[in-house]
């Protein structure tokens, strides 16, 4: 396939062989849950060397300034800029 990037929902953390080719930002692959932390989070993930992404981190809800992006629960959306020559041509 010729994917630059996947959006990815529910994802665990790739295995080491997988891991080395591909970059998901530095969020740990958790959300915490009513029961502690579950080992899966929401992923905007590079695939490719032809785009640029910045991931951006959210802050939780209640501690985020006006305009920041914010979720109740870390892991549980992702988002990121994507840039590049062809980016959604």
């Known amino acids: 396939m010729n994917v630059d990037v996947a959006l990815l929902q529910e994802a665990t953390a790739p295995p080491p062989d997988v891991a080395s080719r591909v970059s998901a930002g530095e969020e740990p692959w958790t959300t915490p849950g009513d029961d502690g932390l579950r080992p899966w989070r929401a992923a905007v ?24 992006f914010a979720v109740s629960r870390t892991g549980t959306l992702a988002l990121a800029r994507v840039s590049g020559d062809d980016v959604f041509a």
């Open 45 to 68: 993930v590079k695939l490719s060397p032809d785009v640029d992404v910045e991931w951006l981190r959210p802050g939780n809800l209640g501690t985020t300034a006006p305009g920041e």
